[in-house]
């Protein structure tokens, strides 16, 4: 299609169709996985899908499990090969996608991966073949792999291996380079992706699209098969080289062994975690299942296109294994699996009114990821250990500072002593914050709670509290009755789609009322510093988190604009990632810990110097800002 412009035409990239992909599985006695994989290649919804698996002569029960997909499998191949890129060529000649993948047979697809596959061929009508990286799944847990380079024709021929589960080419860049070296045993993906690098650039796409799985008897676990196969086969190629091109080959590669070293030392990249792994077994959790539900932004109704990490729940010691993806577009990281809300209720009833009161250290027989992580720079990382001239001049407060961040944020509009104003306070737990507000100001107080133990305590406590979730507000409100202030104080991180909440209780907003929100800040210098062990991500609590970025670009889908933002930095929030930093996510650390004292100044010191230098900035541990409607 084509759009007129004054004097010429545009083509509308957009509206081209998205190409035909097929997908290969190979597989032989993988009843184990095969299922998984099968799941994740089915359950991407990509509309122009071909799967095509190839079983060698399986004895177990994979030829039972395929079965079970028959009416959703494109085609099925069941005869005896001569090892696995032979069973992959069978599936490519039968196949008629555009673009071709292979996915072996333990290996699964990330959510959304070939929706943005097919989207950036469709966008680069020249490229030819497109390379990603992946995650590793090992016990259930699942991280980034290694950083992925530039991939050059000299890098592959040094020994490079691409994660050939993100790797996918042209039909016709694979039928012109005369398709897979069948004869080929274990290194046959590299074979194949020298052959089409010495004819095309290897584009590298952002984002995840798979994961590779590690475990026992795997081809990839015999690594001197592999090396010995394809060194063999360089060495074949290196024979054919010209005298030029060795002298110019040996110079790439010490040219890319001080630029590797240099990125090393100066270059760390924003929200990249890869695997951390020692040789112990990671502490034991259930995996999340592969379900339909895939994880979706509620900013964009898109998958997310990276990874950044698993854990189980650090705060209360649920084994559970959650996974946190992030979309780069809007800035905002979300939890899978999804959970439902009485799944959600039943954990805060039983966590949340009864918490663990000492930090449960991790199992020392096994690995606690992440245990020590110091991102930052040299000086950064030491922060903690210095003395910061900011408790000079302020009080150091470890309690609750919501009350005067409310009215901080208010100033101006609403007085405390005003007794017409009427305030709500959303997920207000057993009342605590009212307590407070009720001896500050003369407001008319009333709270929203879905804990029906925590509404118990409030209303014991005289105070007027509904219960319901954010997002039924409007159902348990009586009609008519309209708020100054909306609050919402680290509660809107708990809702799987927080635009909903908003909408919704937007309809209770008096007019020239505020929605005042306070959310943790993935835009948080301490991000930086702790990754993993970061308190705020508190899976599987925090369902969704927030840059600055996403929180501006959600006032403005709710039709509210963002009046006042600042951020802020908690002395005992800040101890709660030095505590669970110095241990990993194999550890518990309770929100109601009473920390050591050398704990408490590590935490303290930094608190102080993320309010001198990066608080006014946007970088402080969390956010306060107030929404208005338009």
């Known amino acids: ?57 399986s004895t177990d029960d994979t030829p039972k499990i395929i079965g079970e997909y028959r009416d959703r499998i494109d085609g099925i191949i069941r005869e005896p090969d001569e090892g696995m890129y032979d069973a992959i060529a069978k599936g490519f000649d039968a196949a008629t996608g555009d673009v071709f993948g292979y996915l072996n047979a333990d290996d699964v697809l990330e959510p959304g991966g070939l929706q943005r596959v097919g989207e950036y061929f469709r966008d680069h009508r020249f490229a030819m073949v497109i390379c990603h990286e992946d995650t590793v799944t090992m016990d259930g847990w699942r991280f980034p792999n290694r950083a992925q380079p530039e991939v050059d024709l000299y890098k592959l021929l040094d020994g490079h291996a691409l994660f050939q589960d993100g790797v996918f080419f042209r039909r016709r860049a694979y039928e012109r380079i005369g398709g897979m070296n069948r004869r080929m045993r274990r290194a046959g993906d590299w074979e194949l992706f020298l052959r089409m690098r010495r004819m095309w650039r290897f584009r590298r796409a952002p984002g995840h699209v798979s994961s590779f799985r590690i475990r026992k008897g795997q081809i990839s676990e015999d690594l001197a098969a592999y090396d010995a196969e394809r060194e063999a086969y360089r060495r074949q190629y290196e024979a054919k080289l010209s005298l030029p091109t060795r002298l110019r ?79 780069s577009s809007t800035g905002m990281a979300m939890a899978y699996p999804p959970l439902t809300q009485a799944q959600l209720t039943g954990l805060y009833e039983r966590h949340y009114s009864h918490p663990p009161k000492a930090v449960i250290p991790p199992d020392p027989n096994r690995h606690s990821p992440f245990r020590n992580y110091r991102g930052g720079n040299i000086v950064e990382r030491n922060l903690s250990r210095i003395p910061t001239p900011w408790w000079w001049f302020n009080t150091i407060t470890y309690g609750d500072e919501s009350a005067a961040e409310i009215l901080r944020a208010v100033r101006g509009t609403f007085a405390p002593n005003d007794p017409s104003a009427r305030f709500l306070d959303v997920g207000c737990f057993e009342g605590e914050l009212l307590e407070t507000l009720k001896s500050r100001t003369k407001w008319k107080l009333h709270g929203l709670e879905a804990n029906a133990n925590a509404v118990e305590v409030a209303r014991s406590k005289g105070h007027h509290v509904w219960q319901a979730t954010a997002e039924d507000a409007p159902l348990v409100v009586p009609e008519g009755v309209a708020f100054d202030v909306i609050y919402l104080g680290q509660t809107i991180e708990h809702l799987d789609d927080p635009l909903i909440a908003l909408n919704r209780l937007k309809l209770l907003l008096a007019p020239g009322g505020a929605i005042v929100l306070s959310v943790p800040n993935l835009d948080s210098k301490q991000v930086e510093f702790f990754g993993p062990t970061w308190a705020h991500w508190h899976l599987p609590y925090h369902r969704t988190l927030l840059s600055r970025k996403a929180l501006r670009r959600m006032a403005r889908l709710a039709g509210m604009r963002v009046d006042r933002l600042r951020t802020r930095t908690h002395p005992y929030w800040t101890t709660m990632s030095v505590q669970l930093n110095r241990l990993g996510l194999g550890a518990v650390v309770p929100h109601t810990a009473l920390f050591p004292n050398m704990m408490a100044m590590h935490g303290t010191r930094l608190c102080g110097w993320s309010r001198l230098l990066w608080d006014w900035r946007g970088r402080g541990d969390y956010i306060v800002a107030v929404l208005r409607n338009n």
Do not use: M
């Not at 169709?17 to 089915?42: D, F, M, Q, Y």
């Not at 979706?296 to 993806?325: E, M, N």
């Open 1 to 57: 299609k084509w759009i007129a412009g004054k004097n010429y035409y545009v083509p509308l990239l957009g509206y081209r169709s998205l190409p035909k992909i097929t997908i290969v599985t190979p597989v032989k006695n993988g009843a184990e996985w095969i299922r998984h994989t099968i799941e994740s290649v089915l359950g991407q919804g990509y509309p122009h899908l071909e799967y095509i698996v190839v079983d060698g002569g």
């Open 249 to 327: 080959w040996r110079a790439v590669r010490a040219f890319n062994v001080i630029r590797s070293a240099v990125e090393r030392l100066l270059a760390r990249r924003r929200f990249f975690w890869p695997i951390d792994y020692c040789g112990k077994p990671y502490p034991p959790g259930e995996a999340p299942p592969l379900i339909a539900d895939r994880p979706v932004s509620p900013l964009t109704g898109r998958a997310p296109d990276r990874l950044l990490f698993s854990t189980r729940d650090t705060r209360f010691g649920d084994p559970r294994i959650h996974y946190v993806y992030y979309e």
